[in-house]
């Protein structure tokens, strides 16, 4: 099936702690069904002092369920669901099925 959700997009959180937060994912972990979005899902990790590093408390991204994410639309930023379409030279690109507009160039 294709990726309804890539690198780059811009999402809107539908559920859990950070409902409503909007951002951009910076990977996806396809085997997982999970995608890590900017400034979404904060966490804090305990880091152990090294040779090379201080440690302390760090503040890192976690990943989120794709289930929980939605597209933004390009047209007027509202959360929307991913269809895809085959343009007349034969190539496949997704659309937003709110407004029509596409989501690919």
Same mark, same amino acid.
């Given at each position: 099936m294709a990726a309804k959700l890539k690198t780059g997009d811009k999402v809107v959180v539908t559920a859990g702690k950070d409902k409503g937060k909007r951002g951009e994912i910076t990977k996806v972990l396809s085997k997982q069904g999970r995608a890590i979005v900017s400034g979404v899902n904060l966490i804090k990790k305990h880091n152990r002092p090294t040779q090379t590093s201080a440690g302390g408390i760090e503040t890192k991204?976690?990943?989120?369920?794709?289930?929980?994410?939605?597209?933004?639309?390009?047209?007027d930023g509202a959360p929307t669901r991913v269809g895809f379409k085959i343009q007349d030279d034969g %190539? /496949?690109?997704?659309?937003? %099925? /709110?407004?029509?507009e596409m989501i690919d160039g």
């Amino acid at each position: 099936m294709a990726a309804k959700l890539k690198t780059g997009d811009k999402v809107v959180v539908t559920a859990g702690k950070d409902k409503g937060k909007r951002g951009e994912i910076t990977k996806v972990l396809s085997k997982q069904g999970r995608a890590i979005v900017s400034g979404v899902n904060l966490i804090k990790k305990h880091n152990r002092p090294t040779q090379t590093s201080a440690g302390g408390i760090e503040t890192k991204e976690a990943a989120i369920q794709l289930s929980n994410l939605m597209i933004e639309d390009p047209k007027d930023g509202a959360p929307t669901r991913v269809g895809f379409k085959i343009q007349d030279d034969g %190539k /496949k690109v997704r659309f937003a %099925k /709110k407004s029509g507009e596409m989501i690919d160039g």
